[in-house]
């Protein structure tokens, strides 16, 4: 395992919910990533964010780490869930909620 992968293994593994993301959470750098927040703010779970802005290496590999070529990329306990469209489809339907629910992710503070 490459090191950029072991330090996503371990970021995507050490918390419940994680994001990947440009930008921050309070202030994201494109429209998919802002739906991205807006939709797990939405949901009132805790969640990280990982803006792949600031590190090109984690840029690159967490597309590699998950075959998905796109960012933002959504982790719940360790599951790859998908990128801003599907959290779109999943959240619309109510599936995201649910898949929240079935992982017992903890909500926000």
């Known amino acids: 395992m490459s090191e950029v992968n072991a330090r ?9 919910v994680v994001l990947f993301m440009k930008g921050t959470a309070l202030f ?5 990533s802002s739906r991205a927040v807006a939709i797990l ?30 960012i933002p990329q959504l982790y719940v306990k360790g599951e790859f869930v998908g990128g801003s469209d599907i959290m779109m489809e999943m959240f619309e339907a109510g599936e995201l909620q649910q898949l929240l629910d079935e992982k017992q992710v903890a909500k926000a503070e």
């Open 28 to 32: 994201p750098q494109c429209g998919f």
């Open 8 to 16: 996503i293994d371990e970021i995507v593994n050490s918390n419940d």
């Open 41 to 70: 703010d939405h949901l009132g779970v805790g969640f990280e964010t990982v803006d792949v802005l600031q590190d090109p290496e984690i840029r690159q590999g967490i597309k590699a780490y998950s075959d998905w070529p796109t």
